[in-house]
């Protein structure tokens, strides 16, 4: 008998996959859950599901600290926005993939199984990942079998598979950011629900009186809040309490899949919007203008690549170099003020700022006004000359 390995969440899709596997594809089944920050629960739960179902094996894979390190931190220094919003799910799926390849080649299986349907982005995230580093054959009985979620719901009634709950919406978390979709929310005038949120409070519920933090930036990555260092991990985690607690990090968009569907999803990512809007504060103060549209052009390129499951891409890497390479100089700290949903840079200080104050006061003689009158004259030439002769009335 011929062995898969699974990427199991303990979900409707992954639990029906793993008889659909032994019944349909005739394969002995190993699943594991790669932990990239999910709650307990979530990581507990494909465990116990695993074992009521049947599988030969099942493994749970610790990866928080290097998503947080070679992945969270990368997307910090690009500014990793699509359309808008910081990925999260899309980040985790590479080092899922990754993961998965590695204990495929150590159980010596045949092939690779998930969970994905046809119409969403995952498929390429993980397929694209997979084939680059494995050349084990890749099944994804529900896209495959074309089956329908009032389909998988009965099969797995069925075959007395357990499910996990009766969730009301689709619900993927890791570290950095929860995404919610589905259901009533399927409807993009349909307001999201006060109970979809786990992260962060509303508006209204949040404290009324305002919190100060400072953020300590080393080579474009946070290193300390308040003048506490800390890892990686525990930087991240603090700052999605601290601004979930403000009501900072709600996120809903209509967004652009790869496959070219419009999707209505829901974000909570409070960490993420506070990290990289003080790491864009600080390298305002450091990098010159046209690093800084550089630096505008390689976020949505970076964006785009990862949101496309394209991490492997060695474009990726190019932009990583010169990331790092600007990043050197954005070290500093920047003061934030939280409130009630607002994010306000209060202030930002760098040994590298190439602000001088000096030369901007007006009342500094250090730059000779009377040396920009020529400048300014012949500012705009080329556009001037069009008017005149081109719009003549």
Not at 26 to 46: K, L, N, S, Y
Not at 314 to 319: G, N, T, W
Request: glycine letters at 6%; one cysteine or more.
């Amino acid at each position: 008998m011929k062995k898969v390995v699974l990427a199991f969440s303990g979900g409707l899709d992954t639990s029906v996959c793993i008889k659909l596997l032994e019944e349909k594809y005739d394969m002995e089944v190993v699943t594991a859950c790669v932990d990239v920050g999910q709650p307990e629960d979530e990581i507990e739960r494909p465990a116990s599901a695993a074992d009521k179902i049947g599988v030969s094996k099942h493994y749970t894979i610790d990866a928080k600290d290097e998503f947080a390190e070679d992945f969270i931190f990368k997307a910090i220094k690009a500014n990793a926005l699509y359309e808008g919003y910081p990925l999260s799910t899309a980040l985790a799926r590479p080092l899922i993939a990754m993961k998965i390849v590695e204990l495929a080649k150590k159980e010596g299986a045949d092939a690779i199984a998930h969970g994905c349907t046809g119409k969403g982005n995952d498929q390429f995230r993980f397929e694209a990942m997979i084939r680059s580093r494995s050349n084990a054959d890749i099944i994804a009985p529900i896209r495959d079998l074309n089956l329908t979620r009032t389909e998988e719901v009965k099969y797995a009634k069925d075959h007395g598979i357990p499910l996990a709950s009766d969730k009301l919406y689709s619900i993927d978390e890791n570290i950095w950011g929860r995404s919610i979709e589905g259901d009533i929310l399927e409807d993009p005038m349909v307001e999201t629900p006060e109970e979809a949120f786990s992260w962060t409070n509303s508006t209204e519920d949040a404290p009324d009186e305002a919190q100060v933090l400072e953020i300590k930036f080393e080579n474009g990555v946070p290193v300390a809040l308040d003048n506490e260092e800390m890892n990686p991990l525990d930087i991240i985690g603090k700052c999605n309490q601290i601004a979930g607690k403000h009501g900072i990090g709600r996120i809903d968009i209509i967004e652009d899949r790869i496959i070219g569907l419009k999707s209505r999803e829901n974000y909570e990512v409070p960490g993420a919007i506070l990290l990289i809007n003080a790491h864009k504060a600080l390298e305002q103060l450091t990098l010159t203008r046209s690093e800084l549209k550089f630096a505008a052009y390689i976020s949505e390129m970076y964006s785009e690549l990862v949101y496309d499951g394209l991490w492997h891409d060695p474009l990726r890497e190019d932009m990583d170099s010169a990331v790092d390479n600007m990043q050197r100089r954005v070290t500093g700290t920047v003061r934030v003020k939280l409130h009630k949903g607002n994010l306000r840079i209060l202030g930002r200080e760098s040994p590298y700022s190439i602000y001088s104050e000096e030369a901007v006061s007006f009342e500094d003689k250090g730059i000779d006004q009377r040396e920009m009158t020529g400048m300014v004259k012949n500012y705009g030439m080329q556009a001037a000359t069009y008017n005149k002769i081109c719009k003549k009335d």
